[in-house]
């Protein structure tokens, strides 16, 4: 609660800078808000619509109790601090100055462009070049897409100081500075609050981008911070306006909770691998190599039969060709069974870590014979190469390990602590692609 000594003297100046400004009345959020609780609840996050339709900007600065060892950039730092300050400063008429006053000084008020306010005010804060942004979008000299908007004020409001109301304080203040302004709701937790703004307003989707995002710090993420939720900074380096999502956010629901639709999943097996169907083309050659590997026992029978009716010459023969057929019966077999596949039984197979892709496809078909290729581009950690032929523009995925940075995280993952990445391997036996993926585990919610 302000002091009644401040109370008055912010008055006097008020009056003051009223009578200067040639207006009949001036509007303080110290007396122009309601006395009601919810009439108040409602009042206290539509103070950016008073800006928005105001006269001009007022700024009233001193210390309490009327002290003047402070000068007015040190105030005007001091004021930018707060959250509910910095719309103010965004919304105030555009190309008109900014007026500010100080207690006990009233009669020589500094004039600011809002550019210079933006200097004088934030020249050392972390977003200045982000305030920077938005004060020339609001002067109508850039413009930002929706989602730089919210991403960027989003930014500069949470490095601001408040004294908390209600746990959607950041969403409300927020809510002032977009077009669609929901009913607000005291019990809203702050990821609620903020997604009753976005429903409202989205047309690009916005919750839908943010939980595709994977943060850089999942200890962080998972921490009690009210506020996580506003964390874009992604682990890729990935902005909102590179995602394009598929899914739809339905509803929101308890503990933060959303409720998504039309996404589509698909069944991994990660216990073990299982046999995989294929289809061959039947050639003459596998025909050639299909009846020579039958007829190996009727060689062998025919064989011993000559040798015991004492026709020698004759059993001899077949015993020659029985065991050549043996020796090449390991090649007849690869040729039969391996060589080119059609088609083959959809399936994913997922295991934590890495392995060499030859023993991938043992596992899966029993004998590697290159059919398992790794993907070119289907992961953040998928390497690959031109290929060297006449296809001049395509590609070939090559092993991931071979990069330095893989082959450390691939590496580290047995003795990885709680919260750090660990390398994943999915084999989709549909496009007879092997890729690695990089998630972080566990996170909030998963």
Not at 143 to 160: A, P
Not at 368 to 383: G, H, I, K
């Amino acid at each position: 609660m302000i002091a009644i000594a401040d109370a008055k003297a912010l008055h006097k100046v008020a009056r003051v800078a009223t009578k200067n400004a040639g207006v009949p009345a001036y509007w303080t959020d110290q007396n122009c808000m309601s006395t009601d609780k919810e009439e108040f609840s409602k009042d206290i996050y539509r103070i950016s619509d008073v800006d928005r339709n105001s006269h001009s900007l007022v700024i009233i600065l001193g210390e309490s109790g009327g002290g003047k060892a402070k000068k007015i950039p040190e105030l005007l730092v001091g004021w930018g601090t707060r959250m509910w300050t910095f719309p103010e400063a965004l919304l105030a008429p555009p190309h008109k100055e900014v007026l500010v006053y100080r207690r006990g000084d009233e009669d020589n008020p500094v004039a600011f462009s809002r550019l210079e306010l933006s200097h004088q005010t934030w020249a050392k804060d972390e977003f200045r070049l982000r305030v920077r942004e938005l004060i020339d979008h609001y002067d109508n000299t850039l413009t930002l897409s929706r989602l730089e908007l919210v991403v960027i004020l989003l930014d500069c409001l949470l490095s601001r100081e408040t004294t908390p109301w209600a746990e959607g304080d950041l969403a409300y203040a927020l809510m002032g500075m977009l077009r669609q302004q929901p009913n607000t709701d005291t019990s809203d937790s702050a990821f609620q609050a903020f997604a009753r703004l976005s429903l409202v307003n989205d047309s690009d989707r916005l919750l839908e981008r943010m939980i595709c995002l994977l943060p850089k710090d999942p200890l962080k993420f998972n921490s009690r911070d009210r506020h996580y939720w506003a964390n874009l900074d992604d682990f890729w380096d990935a902005k909102l306006w590179d995602v394009e999502p598929i899914c739809q956010i339905a509803a929101i629901g308890m503990d933060d909770t959303v409720i998504i639709d039309g996404a589509y999943a698909a069944t991994i097996h990660w216990n073990s691998f299982r046999r995989v169907a294929v289809t061959t083309k039947e050639t003459w050659t596998r025909m050639i190599s299909r009846s020579l590997l039958r007829l190996t026992p009727v060689y062998l029978l025919s064989g011993i039969a000559a040798l015991l009716s004492r026709s020698t010459q004759i059993g001899i023969a077949f015993m020659t060709l029985t065991a050549v057929f043996m020796l090449i019966s390991p090649i007849l077999i690869l040729h039969i069974y391996g060589g080119k596949v059609w088609s083959t039984q959809p399936w994913l197979f997922g295991f934590e870590g890495y392995l060499p892709i030859k023993e991938i496809e043992k596992r899966i078909f029993g004998f590697p014979q290159n059919r398992l290729t790794w993907a070119p581009y289907s992961s953040t950690l998928s390497q690959h190469r031109p290929l060297e032929s006449f296809l001049k523009n395509e590609c070939r995925g090559v092993d991931p390990t071979k990069n330095a940075a893989t082959k450390h995280l691939v590496d580290r993952g047995p003795t990885a602590e709680y919260g750090q990445a660990r390398v994943f391997t999915l084999v989709d036996t549909n496009t007879m692609f092997v890729i690695d993926k990089f998630p972080v585990f566990p996170l909030a919610g998963s």
